[in-house]
């Protein structure tokens, strides 16, 4: 699933879809599904999209191509106005329904439904194996979470043959909470390790057998989580899978930062350089990264950046990034560029007092993330600090604390933000 408006991720949502927005400096937040899919076998992918696509589409179209003997493919299929239907999608269940067509030309006995926008490592093999050895119609995909983040979630009570016997969807109330908590033998059965009080949480990954999924959106509704699956769960045989890895729901600019962050620490909750689950990525060809005296500290440096004497620590550094002398980075995620800059552009910008793509000389950033090709200039001070934890700027916002320079923006030399 492509995802909606992304309106939780704005701005970095501002010009493309969720999916597409940049992660760990070289990927996209679609990368991860998509290449979850790839690792566990599964070849034929459809990615649904409806806002902002163009840039998602351009992606796709770069990053994953199949030769003619796997009959592999990622495909798009864009919310489109028919003959017979001029609305666009209104949920996850109607955009699935509204390109059914192109599903069922294909032979299969299940389908796996996915978000674009969440980042983990799953085998989706062992999803399968155990659904159909349950005889399972839906299996729905759950992770153990504590009281604090049930209320965000849809709740699962499962049996001691984890078939799911109950679901709300984000309970308020601490009655229903208390209700839906794990029983001390369950969570034996799962071997959880948290001593507080733990709840299933549906992930959003869902997997129906095909005639269930086609009798199932044979009717108006509109979304998975809030509809079709609560229905199944009483009419189908509904089995849950529980995973215990990381998996995050890149969903906010704090949890979206927070994980990018992560990927720069020592041991990262999420490993990009596990080679047995490789995440796959648009191929760009670019030089080896340049290092000019620079002291960096727990970073991530993509291909092709300059950093001339910078002090780098605790950040990500994006593809075709361009840092000046003298200039601190600190907890940044800095999403690069799109192209080099050339020789001829700089001196035209120079001569109009803009800055070149990239960071300048003797600037300091913090707890900020630069969104792909903003021209920040020399001696620039640009940090949440004195902001209001949620306020709109020129060229910059601040959501959750976090200072967000724009795609495209430019920040004079000197500027104070």
Known sequence: MGGGRGTRLFPLTRQRAKPAVPLAGKYRLVDVPISNCINSGLKRVYLLTQFNSASLHRHISQSYKFDHFTHGFVEILAAEQTLSDSSWFQGTADAVRKHMTHFLNHRFDHILILSGDQLYNMDFRRVINEHIANKAELTVATIPVNREAASGFGIMQIDEDHRIREFVEKPKEESVIDSLRLPDTTRRDLDIK???????????????????????????????????????????????????????????????????????????????????????????????????????????????????????????????????????????????????????????????????????????????????????????????????????????????????????????HGAVL
């Open 194 to 412: 948290a001593t507080d009080d733990q709840f299933l949480a549906s992930m959003g990954i869902y997997i129906f057998n095909r005639d269930v999924l086609v009798d199932l959106l044979d009717s108006d509704h509109a979304d998975f989580g809030k509809h079709i699956i609560p229905e199944a769960i009483k009419t189908r045989r509904s089995f849950s899978h529980v995973y215990q890895g990381y998996w995050e729901d890149v969903g906010t600019i704090k949890t979206f930062f927070d994980a990018n962050l992560d990927a720069a620490s020592e041991l990262p909750k999420f490993n990009f350089f596990d080679m047995s689950a490789p995440i796959f990525t648009r191929p760009r060809f670019l030089p080896a990264s340049k290092i000019n005296s620079a002291a960096i500290d727990h970073a991530v440096l993509s291909d092709g950046c300059i950093i001339s004497l910078a002090q780098i620590s605790h950040s990500i550094v994006g593809v075709r990034s361009i840092v000046g002398s003298g200039t601190k980075l600190h907890r940044v995620v800095m999403m690069g560029a799109d192209f080099y800059e050339t020789d001829y552009s700089i001196r035209e910008h120079r001569a109009q007092n803009i800055p070149a793509i990239g960071i300048g000389s003797n600037t300091r950033i913090e707890n900020a993330i630069i969104d792909k090709n903003a021209r920040i200039g020399d001696n620039c001070i640009i940090s949440p600090e004195g902001h209001e934890e949620n306020e709109d700027g020129d060229g910059y916002v601040v959501r959750d604390g976090i200072i967000i320079i724009q795609k495209d923006a430019i920040v004079p």
